[in-house]
């Protein structure tokens, strides 16, 4: 599964202003709502809950909120580049500057989980992450997340 399945061009917020983890997952909730023609607020309410879990914080700056709806039929991603670190109870207790959400199916059982260890794969690479940082615009910003690793390698 590569990360261009799950994203598209218009699924990557170059500058998402949000001051909370809250707030971030508001915004991000009206734009998958937009891309997916789910309800906003079903989409916030599947982060939240997933949220009450533990934090979906990572680390290294990094969070991917996930969740699953039985409204969707296929795996949906969106990627956001914060202008400011934000506060997200992540599990290394450092703010959070670059998110991927991930909303699948009900029945997308191990799709779903490939999708969210091929999202760790990639952002755990602290090269690409460091290009993620220093990009603000969306074209670019989605040229590296999906550059296949064999060209990121060369």
């Given at each position: 599964m590569d990360i261009a399945d799950l994203i598209s061009p218009a699924a990557v917020i170059p500058n998402l202003r949000a001051t909370s983890k809250k707030q971030a997952l508001q915004d991000l909730a009206k734009k998958a709502a937009e891309?997916?023609?789910?309800?906003?607020?079903?989409?916030?309410?599947?982060?939240?809950?997933?949220?009450?879990?533990?934090?979906?914080?990572?680390?290294?700056?990094?969070?991917?909120?996930?969740?699953?709806?039985?409204?969707?039929?296929?795996?949906?991603?969106?990627?956001?580049?914060?202008?400011?670190?934000?506060?997200?109870?992540?599990?290394?207790?450092?703010?959070?500057?670059?998110?991927?959400?991930?909303?699948?199916?009900?029945?997308?059982?191990?799709?779903?989980?490939?999708?969210?260890?091929?999202?760790?794969?990639l952002l755990r690479d602290k090269g690409v992450c460091e290009k993620l940082r220093g990009t603000d615009k969306a074209e670019g910003l989605y040229a590296l997340l999906t550059e296949s690793p064999a060209s990121r390698a060369a």
């Open positions: 891309l997916t023609g789910l309800h906003e607020r079903a989409v916030f309410d599947v982060l939240l809950e997933r949220e009450r879990l533990g934090t979906t914080g990572v680390g290294n700056g990094i969070a991917i909120p996930h969740g699953k709806l039985s409204s969707l039929t296929k795996l949906h991603g969106l990627f956001a580049r914060l202008e400011r670190p934000i506060n997200f109870e992540s599990i290394d207790e450092q703010p959070v500057d670059l998110i991927f959400l991930l909303l699948a199916p009900e029945s997308a059982g191990a799709d779903h989980l490939k999708a969210l260890a091929r999202v760790s794969r």
